[in-house]
Structure formats: structure tokens, C-alpha cells
């Protein structure tokens, strides 16, 4: 005898799946941050990017998709640490909404100046001016703050990292059968 799913049953397998393999995607997207030479500007400037883009796919999945998982996490989280990771996942996610606009991918991270950094982990966020008001979104003016305040200055890995821990702790709580 078959039993048939329900379509719903089958639409949350598929969801906790795919957000399983984005889970699985940040971590590798971080691992060729960690090893992309620092002299080859595109390949730390694409793994840069790659990694912001899956740190803030899976934050909005599970924050959507998890929500009751993802607060438990952050609550978990002692209050300076909760605040260094909202603010970072702030300047992360204006990162990768001025991505394509007007900035170049490169204009977001540097070489560290005179540190012989050999990855381009070892990059920093560059201290960028505020985005163009004739955009018109003043909802970039908060998270704008929040880069300048978290990434701006600092090594490329260290808010990735921060972030894809605390990600990484969320999903494993939402995935927990008992929880």
C-alpha cells in the first residue's frame, strides 16, 4: 500500500530542504572566502560576494520560514553579541541591495593596506559614502549606518563569520525534532 503526502507536508519537506542546501551553499561560499588568494582581486571580490549573498538568503529564509527557531537563537545570544549580529546582517543586506545599482561588487571590499594579507578573507569593507539620494529609498539610510557602524574598516570574514554562526545555530535548532 502507497500513502500519498499531503501537499503541504510535501511543500515543508521541500522548503526545510532547500533550506538545508542554502545553509550548506553559505558554508562552502565562506570556506572559498577563507581561500581565495588575496592578489587575485575578481576571485576574492566573487567570493565576497557569493558569501553575502547566501549569508543573506538563508538569514531571510529563516527569519520567514523559522521565525519562532530563529528569535530562540538570538535570544540565546548574550545582548552585545544579538546587537553585533542584527547590525551586521543590517550591513550585509545593504550590501547586497546596492550591489548591481551603483556600486561594482570591488567597490565594497580593499586589500588591507600594508598588512601582506594572503586572502581575501583578509580583505576589509570599504568605508563607502552614503548611497545617492536620487535613488529616492531612505529606508537605505539605517542600514547604511549599520555597515558604517559593523563592516566599514574591518576584515571581510570576521561579520560573515559572526553571522553564518549564529545562521548556522538557528537552522540547527529549527531543523530539531524536539524543539
Not at 20 to 30: D, I, K
Not at 52 to 64: F, L, P, Q, Y
Not at 71 to 83: F, I, M, Q, T, V
Not at 119 to 125: I, K, M, N
Request: glycine share 6%; aromatic share 6%; with cysteine.
Amino acid at each position: 500500500m502507497v500513502m500519498a503526502l499531503h501537499p503541504a507536508a510535501t511543500a515543508d519537506a521541500q522548503a526545510a530542504d532547500a533550506l538545508a542546501w542554502s545553509v550548506t551553499a553559505m558554508s562552502g561560499a565562506l570556506r572559498r572566502l577563507a581561500s581565495a588568494p588575496a592578489e587575485d582581486a575578481p576571485q576574492a571580490v566573487a567570493a565576497a560576494t557569493e558569501a553575502i549573498w547566501w549569508t543573506t538568503e538563508v538569514n531571510s529564509a529563516m527569519s520567514r520560514h523559522h521565525p519562532a527557531a530563529y528569535g530562540h537563537a538570538l535570544a540565546a545570544l548574550d545582548p552585545s553579541e544579538r546587537k553585533a549580529v542584527d547590525t551586521s546582517l543590517a550591513g550585509l543586506r545593504f550590501v547586497r541591495g546596492q550591489l548591481g545599482h551603483c556600486n561594482d561588487p570591488a567597490d565594497f571590499i580593499e586589500p588591507r593596506p600594508a598588512s601582506g594579507a594572503s586572502r581575501g578573507a583578509d580583505w576589509t569593507w570599504s568605508a563607502l559614502p552614503p548611497p545617492s539620494a536620487q535613488r529616492g529609498r531612505s529606508r537605505d539610510a539605517g542600514p547604511y549606518r549599520e555597515y558604517r557602524a559593523q563592516l566599514a574598516g574591518r576584515p571581510v570574514s570576521e561579520a560573515l563569520r559572526r553571522v553564518a554562526g549564529f545562521l548556522a545555530q538557528a537552522h540547527a535548532s529549527a531543523s530539531d525534532p524536539g524543539h
